[in-house]
Every structure is written in C-alpha cells, then in structure tokens.
C-alpha cells in the first residue's frame, strides 16, 4: 500500500482522469442475466422468486417463508446488547428528526388576474426498499432509506434483503423492526428487483425502489426503471479532505482510510496547502493501515484510486473540489465555516475539524445516501423529496381566463394547434 503525494498540475490532470474512469464496468454479461431474470419474475412470480432464490441465496428456500414476521424482527431487536439498541433508537431520533425539516406541505396563491395557482404534495402509496445482506450487515441502509419514506407519509414500505442460507442479520431485522417497515421479505438480487416491479404473488407491486446493492441489483433497477421510479444509480464511494497546517493528522488519517476500506474502488482525496503537514499525514495513514483487517481492499483503493494532493492555496483546492464533485467532502480548517459558500459541488459538506465523515454514516442526522462519482454536479442526497410526488394546481373563472385568451390563440396557432386555440375560445365570455 502507497498512497502518493502528487503536487504538478500534469499528475493532478492525469489523477482526476483515473478518476472518471472509476466504476466502469462493462456490463454486458450481466445485463444479459438480469434481463433473463426480469423477464423471467415478470412472467412466472413466485414460481420464477423461489427458483432463483435457492439459486442464489438458499437451497432450501420455501417461497411461503419469505416474510420475516414482526415478532422476528422484534425478537432480534431485543436481543441486541443494550448500548447497541440504545444507539439504534438514537439514530433512528437524529435522522427522522432531520428529515423532518425537509416535508413539504401543499402550497396555492391567487395572482395578479384572479386566477388561484399551486401545488398539491402526495406521498407515494407504496415504497421498495432494498437492503443488502449476505455477509455484511447494513442496519443503517436501512433507517437513512426507510426514515425520509415515514416522513413523507408513504403509507407502505416494502423491505427486501437476500438472506444467505436462509438467515436475515439480526441487526438488519432489528433496523427493520425500529423503523417499523410494512413487510420484510426475505429475498435479494435482480430477483427481489423484479418483483418489487412487476408484483407477485407474495410481493405487492411498489411505486419506486431505492436503496444500494451490487452489480445484478444496479443493472435491474436500470431494467425497472420507467415501469417504476429509482433513487439511483450508485458508483463507488468517495472522499474529499481540504485541509491546511491546522489539521489533526490522526483525524485526516483515519477518515481518508475510513472511505478506502469500503471497496477496492473507492477513493479518498485529500487537498492540502502544507508540504510538511501532507508527509505526517501520510505516516499517521500508514500506521493506523498497519492495524487494519481489511488490508487487500486498502492496498488496492488508496494506491489506483486516491492520493494527497498539495496545493498552493485553499481557492486551489475549492477549484479543484468542485471539478470533482465528491460524494462526501471535509473542511479540516479552522476557519472552515468561511469556505462554505464557495462549495458548489458535494453530497455532503462536514465542516471543521470534528466533523468525521463516520458521524454523517451513523449518527449525525443528514442521509448517507450521496451521489457518487461526480453526479453531486447535479444530483441531491436521498431525502423527504424522494418520496413525494408534485401536482400543479390550477383554477381559473370566466374573467381571469378571458384575459389570457387571445394570448393563448396567438400561441396555439403559431405552434399550428387550430383546436387548442378552440379550446380556449370556446370559453371566451
């Protein structure tokens, strides 16, 4: 493991290079499969659920074991240790509480004509949520996925996880159980994709899909996606660190290692105006490596894809910052409040020195839904916003409808649309 200190513009040119490339994976084996097996649920359900369950994730699968009861989910949730529980439920405050400020309410005004104008806000029916499993466990994929739904007022919230040899993480189902999901199936891959589509019999038909998983999950959301709405599409994760002679080098150490170990193509940036500060850094970086599990994924991640970046000055790095568009960025500066304004691209500013990019993860409120690989440039963190739909409203009487009319006839006819001129001289008082 190496992670390079690079400060000549032709190297800082060649790095975010690399870094376009990042998460390109040619897809065509696998999308021949996912469609095989989308096609496959959209016509068999069940019957098509349950074989490629047992394929994939359980041998012994049984298509009428595939919830997962409340009182599973509640007996996991109680058999957490204490201070775990306790942590969860605290989570589960922060985030729900943040996305409370998000709710949008329905909103009308009458203009200067008398006509009445608006909007009406709806919450979506029925929600899918997907949550990774296997060997990892996500309990927190599923409160920043399932918490915005509540907020919204989705009234169903559809849960879906692979259970690998027929076993839910208890920490996932006790997620389940606090943010109290509607069902909980026990299914995973393109398969729990295309039934979250198309309905089958076990699974009802949802109205959008969010949440992460791996290649097969990503590549069916893009089948689904018109049938029914996605958050999105996820490339790999991403940090960006600016920084000056103020910074705790334990601190930027431990947090540019903190998104590397994620996979083996995350990255991890950090921008720093002091040559001797970027060195300690590294040291700092190095040792706290020495100490970790996950060696084989940092090795690859910290020397294809990140590096230590010094720059002259901090408007340098700010440039440098919003070409980027990183999915979590740190301020690790004194004066880092100071700097805000000039972010223009970030799914997540964390400003000044304690605030770890971990806190955002967990505990800190704001979703850890981000957009990746440069798509901050125009994409938002998941939120309240997802989980809505927008209907204008509009209502006129006679006398503020025959004062635009003529105006309306002058349009239709210059676009050739006799009748949709009609339609507003029809009504001409």
């Not at 040619?26 to 996912?34: P, R």
């Not at 599409?233 to 600016?242: F, L, Q, R, T």
């Not at 998104?259 to 060195?279: V, Y």
């Amino acid at each position: 493991m190496m992670i390079e200190i690079i400060n000549e513009k032709k190297d800082i040119d060649n790095y975010f290079e690399v870094l376009k490339k990042r998460g390109n994976v040619n897809s065509g084996d696998f999308s021949n499969v996912v469609k095989e097996i989308i096609s496959d649920i959209r016509e068999n359900k069940d019957q098509a659920l349950e074989k490629y369950t047992k394929k994939f994730d359980d041998k012994n699968f049984s298509i009428k074991d595939i919830e997962v009861s409340k009182e599973e989910q509640e007996k996991a949730f109680l058999n957490l240790d204490e201070k775990l529980k306790n942590a969860l439920l605290r989570s589960k405050e922060r985030i729900y509480s943040y996305h409370s400020h998000q709710k949008r309410e329905t909103w009308e005004y009458t203009d200067s004509i008398g006509a009445k104008l608006g909007q009406k806000i709806t919450p979506l029916e029925r929600v899918g949520v997907y949550v990774p499993g296997g060997k990892a466990a996500y309990p927190s994929s599923v409160l920043m996925n399932v918490l915005p739904a509540k907020v919204a007022g989705v009234k169903e919230i559809i849960m879906v996880t692979p259970a690998v040899g027929g076993v839910v993480n208890p920490l996932v189902l006790a997620a389940a159980y606090v943010c109290e999901v509607t069902h909980l199936y026990k299914v995973g891959g393109a398969q729990a994709i295309g039934a979250l589509a198309y309905g089958t019999e076990s699974i009802p038909k949802v109205d959008k899909i969010v949440g992460p998983g791996n290649i097969f999950v990503a590549l069916a959301k893009r089948e689904v996606y018109g049938l029914v709405g996605i958050d999105s599409i996820a490339g790999p994760s991403e940090i960006c660190i600016i920084a000056d002679r103020t910074a705790h080098e334990k601190f930027v150490a431990a947090d540019l290692l903190g998104q590397a170990e994620h996979d083996t193509q995350a990255s991890s940036t950090l921008f720093i105006t002091d040559m001797n500060k970027a060195l300690k850094i590294k040291e700092e970086l190095i040792k706290f490596y020495e100490t970790s599990s996950r060696k084989a994924i940092l090795d690859e991640s910290l020397t294809n894809y990140s590096k230590i970046v010094v720059v002259n000055t901090i408007d340098e790095a700010i440039e440098y910052t919003n070409k980027m568009a990183p999915e979590h960025l740190e301020l690790a500066l004194d004066n880092a409040r100071s700097i805000v304004d000039k972010i223009k691209n970030a799914g997540a500013i964390f400003i000044g020195h304690y605030a770890a990019e971990a806190l955002g993860d967990y505990m800190a409120g704001p979703n850890h839904v981000l957009p990746t690989v440069g798509t901050a440039r125009f994409f938002s963190p998941l939120g309240v916003d997802d989980f809505i739909k927008k209907s204008s409203l509009i209502e006129f009487d006679e006398k503020s409808c025959n004062l635009l009319i003529d105006d309306v006839d002058r349009f239709a006819n210059a676009e050739g649309l006799e009748m949709h001129a009609l339609s507003a001289r029809v009504r001409r008082g």
